[in-house]
């Protein structure tokens, strides 16, 4: 029997990265991007959801009454409606530890040049500041080293794991903070501790604005933030204030409450600051991490109808 297969959002991943063959009969329809209004009537006939972003929910999931496996091309299940998966025994399979050096890596990049100033430095050679100046090196902002920092990771998955790992090689210090059966007074006493925060959990009820201004005001002074985990975990306005307050001296954001973000969001007011980086959700997406993603994507899909599934949320 050919199986249907509907990749609902193709275009988050690049052109160029080819999906891997099958092993069982199938065939394929690619849509580039599918809004919600689109979902219904563009899975009816499939056997095989492939998605990334797209919300599948019961109410437009009821009508695919041939489906048999949702296979997510990212990590996150936010996106699905899992207890109407469940009623309906259609199978849910996602990615794991597939971008975890990537991330770590982007990580790592954001601390150096938050802590090295980099933007802020750059900015005052394209004013000419340097150039002016009698001494050979321009001492214009604070630099600081990693070495000796205490960084704060929430998180203790595969990500968390790397980040710590390369935070350690750099001589810094590591405490984890986990986002299952979290205490407030538990988050309180650990962000009062660190020097660095980096966020490493996904976004559900409970971490849903875990950091705020009531948190980020407990943070040291010249504390930096860093988010490459969900956008709704940080509150975006209370973060865009801390900065502009000096609460906390700097952050580096990859993830955003609505992507692509509009032209309101409060990061626009200082996407110009030396103390703020805004990547477009990319600390994922190495080449080798698109390519991975892809592979355990096919993988995933083989091994559900071959009998021994994997990676089953």
């Known amino acids: 029997m050919i199986k249907n297969v509907v990749f609902l959002d193709r275009d988050t991943f690049p052109e160029g990265f080819k999906i891997p063959p099958l092993k069982i009969n199938a065939k394929w329809k690619y849509y580039g991007f599918t809004a919600d209004k689109q979902v219904s009537k563009r899975i009816k006939n499939a056997h095989i959801i492939v998605n990334n972003k797209v919300n599948l929910t019961s109410k437009n999931l009821k009508d695919a009454k041939n489906l048999e496996l949702i296979a997510i091309s990212a990590t996150g299940t936010n996106i699905i409606d899992l207890e109407y998966c469940k009623a309906k025994s259609i199978a849910v399979t996602n990615l794991r530890n597939y971008a975890s050096d990537s991330v770590a890596e982007h990580v790592l990049a954001m601390i150096l040049a938050l802590l090295k100033q980099i933007k802020g430095l750059e900015k005052d050679i394209k004013k000419n500041i340097w150039q002016t100046r009698k001494v050979f090196a321009l001492l214009s902002k604070k630099i600081q080293n990693l070495n000796g920092k205490t960084i704060g990771i ?96 700097a952050a580096g954001i990859d993830v955003t409450t609505m992507e692509p973000p509009k032209k309101t969001h409060p990061y626009y007011r200082i996407i110009n600051s030396p103390n703020f980086i805004w990547t477009p959700h990319t600390a994922w997406a190495s080449d080798e991490t698109l390519k991975n993603a892809l592979d355990q994507l096919i993988e995933n899909i083989n091994a559900y109808y071959l009998g021994k599934p994997k990676n089953l949320v």
């Open 154 to 249: 929430i998180g203790k998955g595969s990500i968390g794991l790397k980040v710590a790992k390369l935070s350690k090689a750099f001589g810094m210090k590591v405490s984890f903070l986990s986002a299952q059966n979290l205490k407030k007074s538990n988050l309180n006493k650990f962000l009062k501790e660190i020097d660095i925060l980096t966020i490493h959990c996904p976004l559900n009820k409970n971490t849903e604005n875990l950091i705020s201004l009531k948190e980020l005001k407990l943070m040291k002074q010249d504390s930096i933030i860093i988010n490459t985990a969900r956008g709704g975990i940080i509150n975006e306005r209370d973060l865009v204030h801390a900065l502009n307050k000096k609460i906390i001296s």
